[in-house]
Structures are given as C-alpha cells and as structure tokens.
C-alpha cells in the first residue's frame, strides 16, 4: 500500500467528504494551492484519484473558470483507510508515552 503524507491523507478525505475540486479543497483541509495541486496531480499518477474536466458551458454560465473534479478511486479509499489507521494509531501510541521533564 502507498505510504500518504499527511497533505496527501487530508486531501483524500476532503475528497471523501465530497469536496471535489482544488479551492474547496484548499479551503476545508487549510492547505495552499503550492501543496494541493502538486499532490493532486501525484494521486493521480498513484490512481488514488481520477479527474474530469467539466463541461465549458457550465462555467460560462456560472461567469468562471472551468473546473477540474477528482473523485477517490477504489484504490484511494483503500489508500485512506489505511492512512488514517496509521495516524490513529500514532496518536495512541504518542498519548501512551509520559511527558519528559523539561526540568
């Protein structure tokens, strides 16, 4: 299984709670489009996610740019699942641990 970053890991649970394109997803996870894109375009190329381009008269209508959807691939929740068993499982193991004196 692909080991995710923690970006990577929050932008497929963006996706997995329905945020499908770049500006929503730099607005829920709090992430900058330096981080976002990049990492879109790699969980692509992992096939984590699948992107498509909406249709150009839907933009028109709405007076923007046209936008780029992703969607989470089986793959992808697997992927994610995984990933946040992992970070579970960090943070119980960190709030196992006795906190050192800084004395």
């Given at each position: 299984?692909?080991?995710?970053?923690?970006?990577?890991?929050?932008?497929?649970?963006?996706?997995?709670?329905?945020?499908?394109?770049?500006?929503?997803i730099m607005d829920v996870t709090g992430l900058p489009s330096g981080t976002v894109y990049p990492a879109l375009r790699r969980l692509e190329e992992a096939r984590l996610v699948e992107s498509k381009w909406e249709?150009?008269?839907?933009?028109?209508?709405?007076?923007?740019?046209?936008?780029?959807?992703?969607?989470?691939?089986?793959?992808?929740?697997?992927?994610?699942?995984?990933?946040?068993?992992?970070?579970?499982?960090?943070?119980?193991?960190?709030?196992?641990?006795?906190?050192?004196?800084?004395?």
């Amino acid at each position: 299984m692909i080991n995710l970053s923690f970006s990577g890991t929050a932008i497929l649970q963006a996706l997995a709670h329905g945020y499908q394109y770049g500006f929503d997803i730099m607005d829920v996870t709090g992430l900058p489009s330096g981080t976002v894109y990049p990492a879109l375009r790699r969980l692509e190329e992992a096939r984590l996610v699948e992107s498509k381009w909406e249709p150009e008269a839907i933009a028109r209508n709405d007076q923007r740019p046209v936008r780029k959807y992703y969607n989470l691939t089986s793959t992808g929740k697997a992927a994610l699942t995984e990933s946040l068993g992992r970070y579970r499982r960090l943070d119980g193991a960190l709030m196992k641990k006795p906190k050192r004196s800084t004395i």
